[in-house]
């Protein structure tokens, strides 16, 4: 049998849908020409489709979701697309504005609104800063890698591959801060470098003090974080990113960051804590640096250097672990954290930069505009004396838990000042100064310009006056009876004895004799330039001065009777010019009383250390004048003193005038002076003071009266008078 006429085997899906049985078709159907099919089999096919596809689909439901779904997708992404497209152009418009509006990066790398003072000491050596200090323009290539690593570490660490804003940093800022309880745009802020350095720039906006109240509110503007704020610092950041390269940005941040201690810069902030430049820091000294930029204030190291050495490490761990540095050079860091230089590890003469802020030229200190370096007259031993001393006595000798305070003034006999302490807390900047600004009654330590003005109307030391009960009637207040601290009278006494005892009633005696209005002319002649009382009380320091006042005054006296004012600044440059803008020598002014009269008064004054009421300042070998001072109710307690070679003055009281308990002049404070000038003659030759002692008086023998009956008893009546009233 041929292979043609085999019968074909039935398909397995054939049998599985076995064809219906046609009907026997009763017309012969026209024969058609080869490869024509018919119309109705084409109708017939379509239509078994479509039936399958719906079958298939679960009917016409789902193709309805299927088109509606991909109507509203085609929707959404033609508006997005569109509004997109948009927002592109808006923003790229934005960006191309403040891109012409941005300056060459030359202009931006110092925009402090004020200058700096840089304050030296006597022998030339930085001791303080003031105002904003720019230590000179850095770059990314001239600081030390180490700097710019860390900084790279702590702050952006994707800084060189994106275009200025990281939306990955912002997601994880939201993320956080979300975490921790605060809003999507409180605290951390997901901000690159670029951002910071537009805020930095406060957008190119200009501090312009006739627009803003000061400059603090200014900043405090420039540093907002809503959300429109944000956006136009995006825009800003984007066109910095079309203008300058990374490296130009980062030179900007790096130069116009603010490191705490008023430092502007890292150039600034390396040479405040470190006295050296950016480009020499180590790995630690690094880390300390960039670990400033996320609080200045709370991280300095000025303030609590063990906190900014516990935040290095962290910063330390990130350069480690961005492979900034190795194991060893991280373990190292770690080993050997990073220390303050002397002068900003000192920070001494807190209160006497202030003063001298407070006192110079207002253009050149507290306002200047320009960079100013100013030599000072401090003594950084002298400095250091005072400050011990203060803090020993109060260790020792006062209660603890203590809020009493005291205050500490040493000069030179021409009114150069050579240590300030203004508190108990000595290392501090801008604190109340109680040497300078505290106005406190002077008590008995005003007495030295009572007998000072009796000296120069020619008294002698030795001229007596009783001591006695004593009433003044003073107009609109009645009577007044002054009395001695002792609540004793002594009788006739020399002006020497009254003032070595601090009596009290011989110096209202003696202000009266040699005229009030004469007492005020000498003091305010020797500087005291605060308001005088009016009233005999005069003589007793019912009037107020302060410490700095009162130890100028006292050096006038030392100097042989010329005024003095208090001075601090002697030598004012502006930074890189040789020539000074300003000097100043001496403080010595015109003469108050003559020679002899200084010089007699210095005896007297010297009695009061050696005999009388200033025991407790004695100085092993030296000769030591002047004078205790206790005010009513022991509100005020003071002793201002000198030797040949310095003055120093010691206030002691309570800031609310609360009376201090068991304490006069005579005590603690002669022992804080005590105690800070054997520090400050240590490894000095004493030097005798500049003193006279005056002529005692000639005894003249008086002719002996006649004997008459019953002169006995008138002579004893008469010896008797003038034992109570005194007489010659």
Not at 85 to 103: D, E, F, K, Q, R
Not at 379 to 408: C, H, M, N, W, Y
Request: glycine share 10%.
């Amino acid at each position: 049998m041929s292979e043609s006429k085999r019968r074909k085997p039935t398909l397995v899906a054939d049998k599985r849908y076995p064809s219906k049985a046609r009907k026997p078709s009763t017309t012969k159907r026209a024969a058609k020409p080869a490869g024509k099919k018919s119309t109705a089999r084409k109708t017939t096919t379509r239509k078994t489709a479509r039936k399958k596809t719906r079958k298939r689909s679960g009917g016409n439901g789902g193709g309805f979701f299927r088109r509606l779904f991909r109507w509203i997708w085609r929707l959404v992404w033609g508006v997005t697309w569109r509004v997109g497209a948009v927002v592109a152009m808006l923003i790229a418009l934005a960006v191309g504005v403040v891109y012409t509006s941005l300056p060459d990066v030359d202009a931006l790398l110092d925009g402090r609104a004020r200058g700096s003072v840089t304050m030296l000491d006597r022998d030339g050596k930085v001791f303080a800063w003031r105002g904003d200090q720019f230590g000179g323009v850095i770059t990314a290539d001239t600081v030390s890698p180490h700097l710019k690593n860390a900084v790279i570490a702590t702050e952006d660490k994707r800084f060189y591959r994106h275009f200025g804003v990281s939306p990955r940093g912002v997601a994880s800022a939201v993320r956080i801060n979300l975490s921790e309880g605060r809003g999507p745009l409180s605290g951390h802020g997901g901000s690159t470098i670029t951002q910071q350095t537009a805020k930095l720039l406060c957008l190119g906006v200009p501090y312009d003090p006739a627009e803003w109240e000061s400059e603090a509110a200014y900043e405090a503007d420039c540093r907002q974080g809503s959300l429109w704020r944000k956006g136009k610092e995006a825009i800003y950041a984007l066109a910095m990113e079309v203008k300058y390269s990374k490296d130009e940005i980062l030179t900007i941040y790096l130069n116009r960051a603010f490191l705490g201690a008023g430092a502007r810069g890292f150039e600034a902030a390396s040479q405040r804590y470190f006295g050296k430049s950016a480009a020499e820091v180590s790995p630690a000294e690094a880390a300390m640096l960039a670990g400033l930029l996320v609080a200045p204030s709370r991280y300095a190291p000025t303030n609590n250097l063990q906190r900014s050495q516990d935040r290095a490490r962290l910063v330390v761990g990130l350069m480690e672990a961005q492979g900034y540095l190795s194991g060893a050079q991280a373990s190292e860091a770690r080993a050997r954290p990073a220390q303050l230089s002397e002068a900003a590890a000192a920070r001494a003469g807190g209160y006497f930069a202030d003063w001298v802020m407070a006192s110079g030229p207002e253009f050149f200190t507290r306002n200047t505009t320009e960079d100013v370096v100013i030599r000072t007259t401090l003594d950084p031993r002298i400095q250091t004396s005072a400050e011990e001393a203060l803090q020993f006595i109060f260790q020792e000798k006062v209660r603890e838990g203590s809020k009493a305070q005291a205050a500490i003034v040493v000069m030179s006999a021409d009114g150069a000042v050579r240590a300030m302490v203004g508190g108990r807390k000595t290392r501090v900047s801008g604190a109340f100064n109680r040497a300078t600004q505290a106005l406190r009654q002077t008590g008995s330590s005003f007495k030295p310009f009572v007998y000072a003005t009796a000296l120069e109307l020619g008294y002698s030391p030795y001229d007596t006056v009783m001591d006695e009960p004593y009433c003044v009637n003073i107009p609109g207040s009645g009577q007044w009876c002054p009395k001695n601290y002792t609540n004793k009278y002594y009788g006739q006494v020399t002006l020497a004895d009254a003032l070595k005892n601090s009596l009290n009633i011989p110096a209202v005696k003696v202000a009266e004799i040699s005229g009030l209005d004469n007492v005020r002319t000498v003091a305010t002649g020797f500087g005291i330039a605060s308001d005088l009382a009016q009233g005999p009380a005069l003589a007793l320091g019912a009037s107020e001065s302060t410490l700095i006042e009162m130890t100028g005054a006292y050096a006038g006296i030392l100097n042989g009777g010329s005024s003095v004012e208090p001075y601090g600044l002697t030598e004012l440059k502006l930074l890189g010019d040789e020539t000074p803008v300003m000097v100043t020598t001496t403080g010595i002014g015109e003469r108050v009383i003559n020679d002899k009269a200084a010089k007699e008064l210095i005896w007297m004054m010297e009695r009061v250390v050696s005999e009388g009421t200033g025991g407790r300042a004695q100085l092993p070998g030296w000769q030591v004048a002047g004078k205790t001072g206790t005010t009513q109710a022991a509100r005020d307690a003071w002793f201002i003193g000198f030797t040949a070679d310095y003055v120093a003055g010691v206030w002691m009281g309570y800031d609310d005038n609360t009376p201090l308990s068991g304490v006069t002049g005579g005590g603690l404070p002669a022992e804080i002076w005590k105690e800070t000038m054997l520090r400050v003659t240590e490894g000095m030759t004493p030097t005798p003071l500049p003193m006279i002692a005056p002529e005692p008086p000639v005894q003249v023998a008086q002719p002996q009266p006649r004997r008459t009956q019953g002169g006995g008893f008138e002579r004893a009546i008469n010896n008797l008078i003038r034992d109570i009233f005194g007489g010659n």
